[in-house]
Each structure stands twice: as structure tokens, then as C-alpha cells.
T-cell receptor
Framework: NAGVMQNPRHLVRRRGQEARLRCSPM?????VYWYRQLPEEGLKFMVY????????ESGMPKERFSAEFPKEGPSILRIQQVVRGDSAAYFC?????????????FGPGTRLTVL | QKEVEQNSGPLSVPEGAIASLNCTYS??????FFWYRQYSGKSPELIMF????GDKEDGRFTAQLNKASQYVSLLIRDSQPSDSATYLC?????????????FGTGTQLKVEL
């Protein structure tokens, strides 16, 4: 499967726990984007990463949220001390590189439920 | 004013008809425009993109772009029940920070038998 992979597909956490979401980009893609989709709302950009670098984190909440894309392994979106308002679908997308077109391909998403 | 605006719908069309989905954007620096399809509970699927004024056709789909009017549309010919989904318009502004996409809230399309 050469598509974008995300795991877990569903994640349930209690308030105050930590959530770790993983994303492996498509083969040959070096750029990773995280988006959040709240119920009945559109997709909102969170962060854009390349290997070992955060390029744009303008959409990340100032507290509790962090992201990384290490040299080896998947990109990880980490949410500390989750609250009910964090319940959403989190999508990862990848692209082959920075360019004029910028098409992005999405993974299946992780649906986070905070109890 | 929202950066990317779409009519939320639902837009209902009979099977075999042409469905027309519209999108306007506010940033004149926008360079590339994308249409994604999203089925309920699933992830967005890229249908097509356009970056030059005019029409771009791919099978039953035609994207239209008018940068002067800041308007992009998607036409679906011979609509099928399987086309029933939410269609997301996305806009890309290339900056030093890369290809961040800004999405509209989507238009729900229902193709009726």
C-alpha cells in the first residue's frame, strides 16, 4: 500500500490523558501536513513539516499540541492533557515537495474521542 | 469574509444530470485550486486541481477557474448516486512556509434516482 498511512484509526482518551497520532507519508513524499476536522466543520490546517523541521505551525493551538517528523519513522501529532473539545478527526496529508501545484494526498484519519 | 466560501447545500440533482458546485476565494495571491470529495466518515479524496484560467476536463469532471472573479467551480456530468458526497474546495497560496491548503466547509451533493 503506497498511500498515506495513519494510526490508530480510532483513539479514545479520558480528559487529561495524552494522545499520540502517527502518520507515514506516501512513498517518495517528504512533506507532511496535519489538519483537524471538527464535527460539522471544515478542514483546518494545523502544521506543515519536513523531515526534522517544522515549516509552518500557524494553525497549531498554542498549548498542549506539538508535532514532529523525525529523520526516521512517522510524523507524530501529540496532544497533551486532552479536553473534550479536542474530539475530532485528525487527518494527515503528504506531498512530494514544495512546488507551484501543491496537491496533497490524505490518509484515512484518526478519529479522537475524549471522554 | 471567509477565505474560501462554498454553499453548504444540500444540492440535489437527478441521476444523469449535471451537478454544478461553486467556490469563491478571497486571497488574490492564491495559485492552485483543488476539489476533494469526502464521503461521510471518510477522508478527503483528490478529484482534480486547476491553476490556469479556463476549463480543465478529466472524465466526467470539469474544473473551471476565473481568477479575475476569484471563482472556481466543479461540474460533474452524468451524475451518479455514487457521486453523493461532500465536495471540498481548497486553495493554495505558495509562501515561504510551503503549500498550506485552505478549505471551504464543503457542499453536500445528493444524486437522486
Amino acid at each position: 500500500n503506497a498511500g498515506v498511512m495513519q494510526n490508530p484509526r480510532h483513539l479514545v482518551r479520558r480528559r487529561g490523558q495524552e494522545a499520540r497520532l502517527r502518520c507515514s507519508p506516501m512513498k517518495g513524499h517528504s512533506h507532511v501536513y496535519w489538519y483537524r476536522q471538527l464535527p460539522e466543520e471544515g478542514l483546518k490546517f494545523m502544521v506543515y513539516l519536513q523531515k526534522e523541521n517544522i515549516i509552518d505551525e500557524s494553525g497549531m493551538p498554542k498549548e498542549r499540541f506539538s508535532a514532529e517528523f523525525p529523520k526516521e519513522g512517522p510524523s507524530i501529532l501529540r496532544i497533551q492533557q486532552v479536553v473534550r473539545g479536542d474530539s475530532a478527526a485528525y487527518f494527515c496529508a503528504s506531498s512530494p515537495g514544495q512546488g507551484a501545484i501543491g496537491e496533497q494526498f490524505f490518509g484515512p484519519g484518526t478519529r479522537l474521542t475524549v471522554l | 469574509q471567509k477565505e474560501v466560501e462554498q454553499n453548504s447545500g444540500p444540492l440535489s440533482v437527478p441521476e444523469g444530470a449535471i451537478a454544478s458546485l461553486n467556490c469563491t476565494y478571497s486571497d488574490r495571491g492564491s495559485q492552485s485550486f483543488f476539489w476533494y470529495r469526502q464521503y461521510s466518515g471518510k477522508s478527503p479524496e483528490l478529484i482534480m486541481f486547476i491553476y490556469s484560467n479556463g476549463d480543465k476536463e478529466d472524465g466526467r469532471f470539469t474544473a473551471q477557474l476565473n481568477k479575475a472573479s476569484q471563482y472556481v467551480s466543479l461540474l460533474i456530468r452524468d451524475s451518479q448516486p455514487s457521486d453523493s458526497a461532500t465536495y471540498l474546495c481548497a486553495v493554495n497560496v505558495l509562501t515561504g512556509g510551503g503549500n498550506k491548503l485552505t478549505f471551504g466547509t464543503g457542499t453536500q451533493l445528493k444524486v437522486e434516482l
